[in-house]
């Protein structure tokens, strides 16, 4: 069996990271593969990370809809519903003097290192 659309449905509960990772490692690769992936999931970092596109859903209605870096630059209009910006763009948003908003801690790092080497302050 190997369906053309999978459903995750919160798939980072009762897993630890190692496990998490490796499962949504194999949900991106299926996707590379053609298939559709859908992730339902209040854990925002894991779907910062890992997804393309982001549909925040409130009382029923499309309240946002766009690539991750769209959709979680919205921070009042997640507050307002109850959902806080994944922690790495709450970072890059009080950095955002120096960096764009990052998504992954990679991301983040790689801008920092780049800042640090071209000696800027």
């Not at 779907?47 to 009382?59: E, F, G, N, Q, W």
Request: net charge positive; charged share 20%; proline share 5%.
């Amino acid at each position: 069996m190997l369906p053309k659309i999978f459903i995750a449905d919160e798939p980072t509960t009762g897993q630890d990271w190692g496990s998490c990772r490796h499962y949504l490692e194999m949900l991106r690769e299926l996707n590379r593969k053609g298939h559709t992936i859908i992730i339902v999931s209040h854990t925002l970092d894991l779907i910062a990370r890992y997804c393309t596109r982001v549909i925040v859903l409130h009382r029923g209605r499309i309240v946002l809809d766009g690539p991750p870096r769209a959709v979680f630059a919205q921070r009042k209009i997640l507050e307002k519903i109850g959902l806080a910006q994944p922690y790495v763009v709450q970072l890059s948003s009080l950095l955002s003097d120096y960096v764009p908003l990052c998504l992954t801690l990679e991301e983040l790092e790689s801008y920092l290192t780049s800042l640090l080497r071209s000696g800027a302050r």
